[in-house]
């Protein structure tokens, strides 16, 4: 924090969107101005390292918040926009979408988030607050929603910006070191539970990596008889350790067909093919195989297998502000978090090295050292 910037005491009326927010220390709002030393790790081209630059955020939008960064999640989202895998990434870009931090200024038109307070910024990082999707609650299906790490500077930097409703305050018992992820990865595998599970539900979480394995911790402390499927027999002890109830070989077809009629719900997080038509096999009637790992080759599905049993299958990205609000202090009464690796910042290309490698486990989180 630079206390140049510091100008004027908070505004009494100005309160925070939940009364159990941490606030470690009471600091002044800051309105519109620019700071000297902000400092981030960019990327300048596609499967390039990263290096360190001081950048120039300008001034402070009227609706935005300023976060000083404490850690951030490196999510395989980073890894895709770093390589372009998905053809939307915009270099120089600065990476990162799971940040912990608090928030060092406000812009004048900012709302619910006040400084000192510490808050969480994930994937998307605003949205127009207008349209129909806004309005109704769903601001992450915004047409205008802004990915924070695509055409917009993200959490591996010593401060990031987002617009005050997409940066949510973190409740007080939450696991800030861990919690990153969380914003991520977290509310991507917590949102389809919330939609379409009940505590009574069968859950199959296919893939137990970043995603998967916070969708057995979520899962099995909603109640959900949980099953793991993974290809990786080294994981069979350790999903068992999430609170899996059972875990199957996803490449073994035969115990996967055994399984036929099973499921309530199945989330994949993988991104490779799989058994598809055996999978499928596995819901129960009425039940929804739900994809939230991006698999680029299609997925084949036959009409019968969903008409007869009344089956379907759905897709969702991340969640809106208030479902991360909803999954944070879930997590938090719950004792739900990451299993992490940290790295210092500084060390970033030797943790996207690590991910890329496929060992992490099970997530990793940077720890901002500027
Ligand atoms: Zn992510
Ligand atoms: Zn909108």
Partial sequence: MNTKLIQEPPSKSKQPRQSSVSAPQARPALVGEKAANYKAW?????????????????????????VAVENCGLCHSDLSVLNNEWGISRYPAILGHEVIGWVTATGPNAKGVKVGQRVGVGWNSGSCMHCHQCMSGSHHLCPEVQATIVGHRGGFASHIRSHWAWTIPLPEKLNFADAGPLLCGGITVFAPLAIHALPT??????????????AVKFA???????????????????????????????????????????????????????????????????????????????????????????????????????????MLDFAS???????????????????????ESGKARYRI??????
């Avoid at 539900?201 to 916070?214: C, D, E, F, P």
């Fill in 42 to 66: 960019v990327a300048k081209a596609a499967k390039q390292p990263m290096v360190l630059e001081t950048v120039d955020l300008g001034p402070l939008g009227s609706e935005e918040v300023e």
């Fill in 201 to 214: 539900s069968r859950v199959g979480i296919i893939g137990i990596g970043g995603l998967g394995h916070m």
């Fill in 220 to 326: 099995a402390a909603y109640g959900c008889d949980v099953t793991a499927f993974t290809s990786s027999e080294s994981k069979f002890d350790e999903a068992k350790g999430f609170g899996a109830n059972h875990v199957v070989s996803s490449k073994d077809s035969a115990a996967i067909k055994k399984l036929a009629g099973t499921f309530d719900l199945l989330i994949s997080t993988v991104n490779v093919k799989l058994d598809w038509d055996a999978m499928i096999g596995t819901l129960a009637p009425n039940g929804r195989l739900h994809v939230v790992g991006i698999v680029l080759e299609p997925i084949p599905v036959s009409a019968f297998s969903l008409i007869a049993q009344q089956r379907g299958i759905s897709g969702s990205p991340t969640g809106s502000p208030v479902a991360i609000e909803t």
């Fill in 333 to 355: 009464r719950h004792n739900v978090a990451p299993q992490t690796e940290h790295f210092p910042m500084s060390h970033i290309n030797e943790a996207f090295a690590r991910l």
């Fill in 365 to 370: 989180v940077l720890d901002a050292d500027f």
